[in-house]
Structures are given as structure tokens and as C-alpha cells.
């Protein structure tokens, strides 16, 4: 399996794809971006589904670890297809993916039964209780298994969940240090404990700036071919491979749990801000996983929203709003989106929807989620659930939850009427002393490069 730069034109890529050359994908995890400044995209979907349709026992039989784990190790098997990978895929995933992720199914008392059953998939039981430590952990992981030729710089910005989730995959993994760059007051009090909490291998470092000041130090350096002759630079960004394939497992599982039940594909709901998850459940439905329409919910900010709505994409500001982790106005892998539907906006909304949830939607949200099912939701779930409410039909429908409502008590305990409580390993990094610099721009970049 190669993977081509998003960039190619259609021609370069038709020529691409039939000669010997190419990257493949652990050459693709440690590149992190292609050298035209493009996204590596892989040259075909593979189909990875079909023998999974045809395991129903073997499958249903299997542990919630032991389901992604295997499942897992197909797809990564598949994309590294020729790689020295491939025949690590499953103990990469073994140890990556060691804690469960849930599918719930809802139920209510107080809501008029919707024609379709409504689950839960909860992506927030890992060690720093979002998402991110699934694509984080399966990098990390990953690079375990590839021998460094020089010392790794593991790098790093972020605007709240991903750092903590890099620090933690990455904390004393030998040759290996992690610099986190975060802007200085702009996240919120447990994300930057979080962030702060490791210490050994890990520095944190609070930028005097906004999140794309961050970014572009990290852009700086890894540009820089000085500091690449000392160290093997990786970066940990959203446009990862190592981050993005690992996210469509979760989908191919639950979508198996789904139909082995109802004989029926699933719609999924995702909490959307750079696109790294909701492309990975694109990518899932690719390989043949039994997965229907897929809804795309942002908060406020629209660039992706109105692309669906108009056919035209335009990066916009940042908005701040209460889903944090959603606040970007030029989704980094908007860019693969385009590519799996070849740029054809009539087929990329086909069986993808988009939608905007405001501030005010989403304290609604966080308060009848909590009424009508019980559950107490952070804010980025809570605009997968306001989302939820406008389907109709048969299939099951499945709420993306990527983050613990604990790291966000500010918000969403006044709503709900009382305390969260905070699940241990995340209670653990909490009591830890915080080890941090502030740093200015330029002193950064001049520490660096
Ligand atoms: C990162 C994040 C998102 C957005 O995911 P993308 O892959 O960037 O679309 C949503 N919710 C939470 C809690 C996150 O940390």
C-alpha cells in the first residue's frame, strides 16, 4: 500500500500509482506531511470488511479489548500492507488500545419513542479521558516497534485534549522527548494540568500567544534542516496517519456490534472540529463496514457546514465557543474530505450531512441529554446529540461521545445540578505537581531551531 500526496493532480497520481516508487506507511507516520506540503492519502481504500461479515460468532464471542485489538489489526495490517508494520499491526493494537470503549444503548422515559434505537460510543476511557488517546497511543505505539536512527523530537501544539493525550502515550518511551507548545491562559484549568503533569521526557510549554502562534513554532521547526540533522523530528498533529487510521477502528466495531443485532447499516453523529475523527468514520465506511449516513457536528464554526450547504469552502477566524476542542476555522483534513469523494460535492453529500450547533444549542443539549437519558455529556458530545434529535428512520443511531464531561466541570455541572465525578487515572494527573515554562514566541522558536 502507497500513500501519495492529497496534492497530486489526477494524472501525476494515475502515474504514481503504477511505478515502484513510493512511501509507504511507516515511512508515511514518521514524514508526518508530504514534501509538496500536501496530506498523505493512501493510493485505495482497502476492502477489510468482508471477512468480518462473515464472523458473526467468532466476533460476538470476543472481549470489547480482544474486538478492537483484532479488528484493529486488519485495518492497520491493510494500510501497511508492505510496510515492516504490517506484521506488528496486532501487537501494536494490544498495546495501544488496552482499555474499552463502550457502545451504550439510551433509553427514555420522557421522550416519545423515536422509530430508530439510540447508542452511546463512549471514546473517553483511556488515560487522559478524551478521544485522542486512541490515535495518540496507536502512534506511539507504532514508533515503538521502528527503530530510531537518531534521537526522536516528538512535537506537538495544541489548543486543549491532544497534548495531554501525546504526553501521556509518549511519557518515558525511550530516545524520545515531547515538547507540548500551548497558548498561555487559553485552556481550561484540567486540560492544562494535563498538559503540565509529566515532567521526565516531557516539557510543556505555555506560548505568550494564540493556538496558531503555536503551530506555526512547530511549523518553524520542523522546517528547519538544522534542527533535523540532530534529531528524528515527529510531529503529532491532527493530520497524522498514525492518528487517523487507528480512529476508523472504533467505527468498524460498533457498526459490527450494530448489524450482527439489527441486520441494518448505522448512522453516526461525530463531534467535528479538524476532521481527524469524523474522516476516519469515512474511511471505515470505505473499507465496507456497515456504516449509513454520516452527520458532521460542528459548533459555531461553519467552514465545513456551509461547504455542504454551498459547494464553496472558505477558511474563516476562529470562533471561541464552549466546545473547545472544536474551535478551528480551517479544519487541517478538510483536505482529505475532499479526496475520498475526488472533489465531487454532489457525492461527498450523498450520505454526509453537516451541522452548526450554537452555544445556547449546546447548554440545551448538556441539559436534556441529562433529563432525558441520564447522562451527563460534555460539550463537544452534547452537539453530536442536539444533532441526533433531526434524524428520522430505521437505522440505529450512534452518538460519538469523545470526551469525559469531568475535564469541562466549569461548564456543564451548573447545568446539571451537581458534582462530576472524575474518573480515577484522569483524578490521578490532577493531584500531580505541574511542571512548566512560559515561553515568548521568539524564545521559543530560538530554542528550537
Ligand atoms: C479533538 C476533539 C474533537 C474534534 O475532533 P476532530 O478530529 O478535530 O474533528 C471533538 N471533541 C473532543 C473532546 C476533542 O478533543
Redesign the pocket.
Known amino acids: 500500500m502507497k500513500f501519495l500526496s492529497s496534492r497530486l493532480s489526477k494524472e501525476d497520481r494515475v502515474k504514481a500509482q503504477g511505478s515502484q516508487s513510493g512511501i509507504d506507511f511507516q515511512e508515511a507516520l514518521i514524514r508526518g506531511l508530504a514534501s509538496d506540503g500536501g496530506l498523505f492519502v493512501p493510493e485505495k481504500i482497502p476492502n477489510v470488511a468482508s471477512p468480518w461479515l462473515n464472523q458473526k460468532e467468532s466476533f460476538l464471542h470476543l472481549t470489547n479489548q480482544e474486538k478492537h485489538q483484532r479488528v484493529g489489526a486488519s485495518i492497520v495490517a491493510a494500510f501497511a500492507e508492505g510496510s515492516s508494520l504490517q506484521k506488528t499491526a496486532l501487537s501494536i493494537c494490544v498495546d495501544a488500545l488496552n482499555f474499552d470503549i463502550p457502545l451504550k444503548e439510551l433509553s427514555t422515559s420522557t421522550v416519545a419513542t423515536a422509530e430508530h434505537s439510540l447508542y452511546l460510543l463512549e471514546l473517553f476511557h483511556g488515560p487522559t479521558a478524551?478521544?485522542?488517546d486512541v490515535g495518540a497511543r496507536f502512534l506511539a505505539s507504532a514508533l515503538g516497534v521502528v527503530k530510531a536512527e537518531k534521537p526522536r523530537l516528538v512535537l506537538v501544539a495544541t489548543s486543549?485534549?491532544?497534548g495531554g493525550a501525546v504526553a501521556g502515550a509518549f511519557f518515558k518511551k525511550p530516545m524520545t522527548e515531547v515538547i507540548i507548545l500551548f497558548p498561555k491562559g487559553r485552556v481550561s484549568e484540567r486540560q492544562e494540568k494535563q498538559l503540565c503533569a509529566w515532567g521526565e521526557n516531557i516539557q510543556a510549554w505555555a506560548i505568550e500567544g494564540s493556538f496558531d502562534d503555536c503551530q506555526r513554532v512547530v511549523k518553524q521547526a520542523l522546517a528547519s534542516q538544522k534542527l533535523r540533522e540532530k534529531v528524528e523530528l515527529i510531529s503529532a498533529n491532527?493530520i497524522s496517519l498514525g492518528r487517523l487510521i487507528p480512529q476508523s477502528i472504533y467505527y468498524a466495531v460498533a457498526s459490527l456490534e450494530l448489524f450482527f443485532k439489527t441486520g441494518l447499516s448505522s448512522r453516526f453523529v461525530i463531534?467535528?472540529?479538524?476532521?481527524?475523527?469524523?474522516v476516519a468514520a469515512m474511511v471505515a465506511r470505505a473499507m465496507g463496514f456497515p456504516i449509513g449516513q454520516i452527520v458532521l457536528a460542528h459548533n459555531a464554526n461553519r467552514a465545513v457546514v456551509d461547504y455542504f450547504e454551498t459547494g464553496r469552502y472558505e477558511k474563516r477566524e476562529t470562533i471561541a465557543t464552549h466546545?473547545n476542542?472544536?474551535d478551528?476555522g480551517q479544519p487541517s483534513n478538510f483536505e482529505r474530505l475532499l479526496d475520498l469523494f475526488g472533489g465531487d460535492w454532489n457525492l461527498a453529500k450523498s450520505n454526509t450531512v453537516a451541522t452548526s450547533v450554537s452555544d445556547k444549542e449546546i447548554e440545551a443539549s448538556i441539559v436534556s441529554s441529562f433529563r432525558d437519558y441520564q447522562q451527563v455529556v460534555?460539550p463537544?458530545t452534547a452537539c453530536a446529540m442536539k444533532a441526533a434529535k433531526l434524524l428520522k428512520g430505521a437505522a440505529p443511531v450512534v452518538v460519538v461521545s469523545?470526551?469525559h464531561a469531568a475535564k469541562f466541570e466549569s461548564l456543564v455541572e451548573p447545568l446539571v445540578g451537581g458534582k462530576i465525578q472524575v474518573p480515577a487515572a484522569l483524578a490521578e494527573l490532577l493531584k500531580r505537581p505541574s511542571q512548566v515554562e512560559m515561553l515568548s514566541i521568539a524564545e521559543a522558536v530560538s530554542r528550537l531551531v
Open positions: 478524551a478521544f485522542k486543549g485534549d491532544t491532527s463531534p467535528s472540529g479538524n476532521l481527524g475523527n469524523s466546545a476542542a472544536m478551528v460534555c463537544h469523545t470526551a
